[in-house]
Every structure is written in C-alpha cells, then in structure tokens.
C-alpha cells in the first residue's frame, strides 16, 4: 500500500519561501518519479515538478523554473519555494507515477497515486 503525506503548507506573503514535504512509502520508487502539482480554485491541475527516484533528475514547469527546487532524501520529496507570489496559492498534492515514462510526467493521469493535499496561500 503506497501512502504519501505531504506536509508544511501555509501562508505567507509575496517573495517569502516555503518548503514542502511528501513523506512516501509502502514500495520501492527505483523507476518510478515523484510529481508535485498544485489546483487552484476553480482551476485544472496543473504540474509543478518532478524527480526521478533513481538518478535524481528534475523537470520543471516553466511558471515555477528557477524559483522552485524539487529534492529527495530516502524517504521523502521535498518542494523548495521561494520567491513566491499570489499565482502560487493552491492545494500542492505529491504523487507517484509508477510508469517511468518521462514523456508523460506532466499529465496528472500518469500518476498512480496522490496524497490528500497541502494548502499554500500568498497574499499581503
């Protein structure tokens, strides 16, 4: 049973960092990548980064490149943000894709498996 709980969502305001975290386990992720997306209110699910377990590397979506820094240690992801603005405010979710296919990493239908969701609001 694969189980991923993220964690460290909140409020901050524009230009501060916050860093988040997606505990996984119940299998291992050796081919497998760990995808973070975020939903904001009345707006599709959209991607924000992905890791492959094994080599590391990181994607990353265009809205989010050089302000955000996707992470592993064992047994969790971690999603650095920084420099952040009112357009990042949303539900993170931490998910698994078991498919290892990096062509389809940033389609939440890839993934298998979601956490229940982390709330990150920015606003002054």
């Known amino acids: 049973q694969v189980q991923l709980v993220e964690s460290g969502g909140g409020l901050v305001q524009p230009g501060d960092s916050l860093r988040l975290s997606c505990a996984a386990s119940g299998r291992t992720f050796s081919q497998s990548y760990v995808g973070w997306f975020r939903q904001a209110p009345g707006k599709e699910r959209e991607f924000v980064a992905a890791?492959?377990?094994?080599?590391?590397h990181t994607y990353y979506a265009e809205s989010v490149k050089g302000r955000f820094t996707i992470s592993r240690d064992t047994a969790k992801v971690y999603l650095q943000m920084n420099s952040m603005k009112p357009d990042d405010t949303a539900v993170y979710y931490c998910?698994?894709?078991?498919?290892?296919?990096?062509?389809?990493?940033?389609?939440?239908?890839?993934?298998?498996?979601w956490g229940q969701g982390t709330q990150v609001t920015v606003s002054a």
């Open positions: 998910a698994l894709d078991t498919n290892g296919i990096l062509s389809t990493i940033r389609v939440h239908g890839s993934y298998d498996y």
């Open positions: 890791i492959r377990w094994n080599s590391r």
